[in-house]
């Protein structure tokens, strides 16, 4: 063999010959005036954040990306002088996520709003740590992985009002995982794998939840005190789940509650005299389609007689 065709080999497996490097911690603006985004990318020690990111960030309403990161911790201090509204992580490993003195969100404690964990990136590893964040309004999770929901997320910041969980599987449910978030508004589960959806996971009541979106999850059923003590609630929306069947049960209280739409389409509907109830709802606030049987099929169940459900 060559020593010309081991050197190319050797140029061809490592990049020499190509001037490939391995990607250079980098802290940018990319962003337009109006909408800031400060990125921070390839970070893999504690000193990267202090040697590559300007301070102070104090744009008004910035978000701070930190992407494509593998680090042993986050160290204290790191957002002190950025004024950031939104964080967002994707696709970080962070190897020991707990709790610091002082807080590694020190700095942010009245200004963040929104905290996003995407791509498969390290969670808390307790959901106390952001305690400190006064202002937080919102918590998202994206393209995540086995995502366990304990009753640990009672702790967050009473600020809290919407969780949102999208295009992600998730592996455990608390039964009372977010029964402390009273003020909580808004509850997103989009396009996961959500089996069981209990009226325990969520205050009681919640008086000031209006939105549950469960849209495109595994459900098959509603448990009976679904739609209790949710006198806020106006969208309701379960649409391509895999409900056969509702009890009237789960939805009665939602007859005299602020509901302006209940989306129910999509779902493996079974039209029998089981599901007649759902006609006393308004045409205008509830949506569902038949899917079985045969002869009812995509027929709407407000346009159904009690003679076609065999009452």
Not at 54 to 73: A, I, K, W, Y
Not at 81 to 93: M, Q
Not at 208 to 233: H, S
Not at 238 to 267: C, P
Request: proline share 5%.
């Amino acid at each position: 063999m060559s020593i010309l065709f081991l050197f190319s080999s050797t140029c061809v497996v490592f990049g020499w010959c190509l001037g490939f490097v391995l990607p250079a911690p980098t802290c940018v603006n990319p962003s337009r005036p109006m909408d800031e985004v400060y990125t921070c990318s390839e970070l893999s020690s504690a000193s990267d954040f202090f040697k590559h990111m300007e301070r102070p960030q104090l744009h008004p309403r910035l978000t701070f990306l930190l992407r494509d990161s593998r680090l042993e911790n986050l160290p204290s201090g790191v957002f002190q002088d950025v004024n950031a509204t939104v964080l967002e992580f994707s696709n970080v490993t962070i190897e020991v996520f707990g709790p610091t003195e002082p807080s590694f969100f020190a700095g942010l404690e009245d200004t963040l709003e929104k905290i996003i964990f995407r791509d498969g990136s390290s969670l808390p590893q307790t959901w106390g740590t952001l305690k400190v964040l006064r202002k937080l309004k919102i918590l998202r999770f994206s393209h995540m992985k086995d995502l366990n929901l304990s009753q640990d997320m009672n702790q967050l910041s009473s600020s809290l009002v919407a969780v949102e969980l999208l295009y992600s599987s998730i592996a455990h449910v608390d039964e009372d995982w977010l029964a402390q978030t009273s003020g909580l508004e808004s509850l997103v589960i989009r396009d996961c794998n959500l089996k069981v959806f209990l009226r325990s996971m969520l205050p009681r009541p919640a008086p000031k939840l209006w939105n549950l979106d469960l849209v495109m999850n595994n459900i098959t059923q509603l448990p009976r005190d679904f739609g209790q003590e949710l006198p806020a609630l106006k969208f309701l929306d379960l649409q391509s789940n895999q409900i056969s069947a509702i009890e009237k049960e789960s939805l009665e209280s939602l007859l005299t509650s602020k509901a302006e739409a209940i989306e129910l389409g999509g779902n493996p509907l079974h039209c029998d005299c089981q599901i007649g109830h759902l006609r006393l709802f308004s045409e205008r606030v509830l949506s569902a389609t038949c899917s079985t049987p045969e002869t009812l099929r995509r027929r709407q169940v407000h346009t159904l007689t009690d003679e076609e459900l065999q009452c």
